[in-house]
């Protein structure tokens, strides 16, 4: 076991590395600019958009609204808390400004998969609207790269066990038993209870949890952090200096910090800024792809707003936090890190960042086993939906009190993986996005969104 952990890990430095990095960020600046910054031109006019009731007057299964909510349940979760932590610990303040500009780019990124979702989605036997990675490369590329689809669905069922199953229940669990000395046995009985209660609905009852959760922790969540901030104003400026400064030089070892170069806020504030929003991972068109919508385009533009509200609104909450307060100084890393700086300013701040944790990681499960089931139904047909729904459902108290560094590291390895057939499908596919947006603002008329034309019509 130790020399295929040793393999493994090999494996992941290398579909981790620079090219990936390179990739991820490439796709994305190469649709914002082949769309003239559109996703960030119009992010106003995704919100109005995602409260529009004439959105839902389109054919799918649930409403844009629950579809971006479901996306957002699998997104954000760890890697809003504790993956933001690691980065900066390991990068140094500067990191937060490089997650930033994943963001930003990858708005587009999301952009592009949801419209091809939508675009090229189908309907299953029983109905249900289908769609994703694995169908916009065979119904948009053809039959010659169906293979490519298959490899993006055989990494992406087995990904979910991993990184949306075993490893959420057990942060679920360690952190209750560290903040609140529930033990873990009880929790993977609770998180059994819950998750299959929720599975049996399929994807709308998961929506209309989702739909009800993530926006009242969002909201929680983000309302402490300004707590902390609105208490702590006089730093925001320096601590907004540093991090824009630590991402172009150097930041020397002081106190419980060990140094890093920039290179080091660069790769860790990539990484982790992807592995929070999931932008060109192919994992949020799954749930679009099943949203109640009339054009692609629109959905689009809801779908972009996931990577906003998750790395720009969450991930700037805990990073700010963890600046400003200096607890990057202090050693401590991961979800501890984040829990000891609200501690610091918030009293009882740590049973805040445990409780959001726990429901992040709760509806991340829910929103990875969507992801899971339509991955195995694209394999296999959708006889082996319920099979794949008890095996989700007795992976969760394996998860919740077993040791996972093995696993942990199989998933990351599956999930980028699953990257690399999904950015090569948005390159060979980016003129079907680029002509349907600019279909979409040619013909738009009076009582439709207000989007002006802002690229070049050939």
Same mark, same amino acid.
């Given at each position: 076991?130790?020399?295929?952990?040793?393999?493994?890990?090999?494996?992941?430095?290398?579909?981790?590395?620079?090219?990936?990095?390179?990739?991820?960020?490439?796709?994305?600046?190469?649709?914002?600019?082949?769309?003239?910054?559109?996703?960030?031109?119009?992010?106003?006019?995704?919100?109005?958009?995602?409260?529009?009731?004439?959105?839902?007057?389109?054919?799918?299964?649930?409403?844009?609204?629950?579809?971006?909510?479901?996306?957002?349940?699998?997104?954000?979760?760890?890697?809003?808390?504790?993956?933001?932590?690691?980065?900066?610990?390991?990068?140094?303040?500067?990191?937060? @400004?490089?997650?930033?500009?994943?963001?930003?780019?990858?708005?587009?990124?999301?952009?592009?998969?949801?419209?091809?979702?939508?675009?090229?989605?189908?309907?299953?036997?029983?109905?249900?609207?289908?769609?994703?990675?694995?169908?916009?490369?065979?119904?948009?590329?053809?039959?010659?790269?169906?293979?490519?689809?298959?490899?993006?669905?055989?990494?992406?069922?087995?990904?979910?066990?991993?990184?949306?199953?075993?490893?959420?229940?057990?942060?679920?669990?360690?952190?209750?038993?560290?903040?609140?000395?529930?033990?873990?046995?009880?929790?993977?009985?609770?998180?059994?209870?819950?998750?299959?209660?929720?599975?049996?609905?399929?994807?709308?009852?998961?929506?209309?949890?989702?739909?009800?959760?993530?926006?009242?922790?969002?909201?929680?969540?983000?309302?402490?952090?300004?707590?902390?901030?609105?208490?702590?104003?006089?730093?925001?400026?320096?601590?907004f200096a540093l991090i824009i400064k630590s991402a172009f030089?150097?930041?020397?070892?002081?106190?419980?910090?060990?140094?890093?170069?920039?290179?080091?806020?660069i790769r860790f504030g990539i990484a982790r800024g992807v592995?929070?929003?999931?932008?060109?991972?192919?994992?949020?068109?799954?749930?679009?792809?099943?949203?109640?919508?009339?054009?692609?385009?629109?959905?689009?533009?809801?779908?972009?707003?996931?990577?906003?509200?998750?790395?720009?609104?969450?991930?700037?909450?805990?990073?700010?936090?963890?600046?400003?307060?200096?607890?990057?100084?202090?050693?401590?890393?991961?979800?501890?890190?984040?829990?000891?700086?609200?501690?610091?300013?918030?009293?009882?701040?740590?049973?805040?960042?445990?409780?959001?944790?726990?429901?992040?990681?709760?509806?991340?499960?829910?929103?990875?086993? @969507?992801?899971?089931?339509?991955?195995?139904?694209?394999?296999?047909?959708?006889?082996?939906?319920?099979?794949?729904?008890?095996?989700?459902?007795?992976?969760?108290?394996?998860?919740?009190?077993?040791?996972?560094?093995?696993?942990?590291?199989?998933?990351?390895?599956?999930?980028?993986?699953?990257?690399?057939?999904?950015?090569?499908?948005?390159?060979?596919?980016?003129?079907?996005?680029?002509?349907?947006?600019?279909?979409?603002?040619?013909?738009?008329?009076?009582?439709?969104?207000?989007?002006?034309?802002?690229?070049?019509?050939?």
């Open positions: 076991m130790e020399l295929i952990t040793q393999w493994l890990g090999a494996i992941n430095g290398i579909v981790w590395g620079a090219p990936m990095l390179i990739g991820l960020l490439g796709i994305g600046i190469f649709m914002q600019i082949r769309l003239s910054f559109l996703p960030i031109r119009k992010l106003g006019t995704g919100f109005k958009l995602l409260f529009q009731k004439n959105e839902q007057r389109g054919e799918g299964q649930i409403s844009p609204f629950n579809a971006l909510m479901t996306a957002l349940s699998a997104t954000i979760g760890t890697g809003n808390i504790a993956g933001v932590a690691t980065a900066i610990v390991m990068g140094g303040p500067g990191a937060l @400004f490089w997650m930033w500009m994943t963001a930003l780019v990858g708005m587009a990124t999301k952009y592009s998969e949801a419209v091809l979702a939508v675009r090229f989605r189908e309907t299953d036997k029983n109905g249900n609207y289908v769609g994703g990675p694995m169908y916009y490369i065979k119904n948009g590329l053809g039959k010659k790269w169906i293979w490519l689809g298959t490899l993006f669905a055989f990494f992406g069922s087995i990904a979910g066990f991993g990184i949306g199953n075993t490893v959420q229940a057990n942060s679920v669990a360690d952190v209750l038993q560290s903040n609140f000395g529930i033990e873990k046995t009880i929790t993977a009985g609770i998180l059994v209870v819950l998750v299959g209660a929720v599975l049996i609905g399929g994807i709308k009852r998961i929506s209309d949890v989702a739909g009800k959760l993530v926006p009242v922790m969002t909201v929680g969540y983000f309302g402490a952090g300004v707590v902390v901030l609105a208490l702590n104003i006089p730093a925001i400026p320096d601590a030089t150097p930041v020397a070892a002081q106190g419980g910090f060990a140094g890093a170069a920039v290179w080091a806020a592995f929070s929003n999931e932008a060109g991972m192919g994992s949020a068109p799954i749930a679009h792809a099943a949203a109640k919508t009339q054009n692609p385009i629109r959905q689009g533009l809801i779908a972009m707003l996931g990577t906003f509200i998750d790395t720009i609104i969450v991930c700037s909450v805990t990073g700010l936090t963890i600046v400003i307060t200096g607890g990057w100084l202090t050693g401590q890393t991961g979800a501890t890190l984040t829990a000891a700086s609200f501690s610091a300013v918030i009293p009882g701040g740590n049973y805040i960042v445990a409780i959001a944790l726990a429901i992040f990681a709760f509806t991340t499960i829910l929103g990875w086993s @969507f992801y899971g089931e339509k991955c195995i139904q694209y394999l296999l047909g959708p006889k082996a939906v319920v099979p794949f729904r008890i095996l989700w459902i007795i992976a969760l108290p394996i998860g919740a009190t077993q040791s996972l560094t093995f696993v942990w590291l199989l998933a990351d390895t599956l999930n980028a993986m699953m990257a690399i057939p999904n950015l090569i499908a948005i390159a060979l596919l980016s003129p079907v996005v680029y002509r349907l947006t600019k279909d979409h603002i040619r013909d738009v008329n009076a009582d439709s969104i207000d989007i002006k034309p802002v690229m070049k019509v050939d």
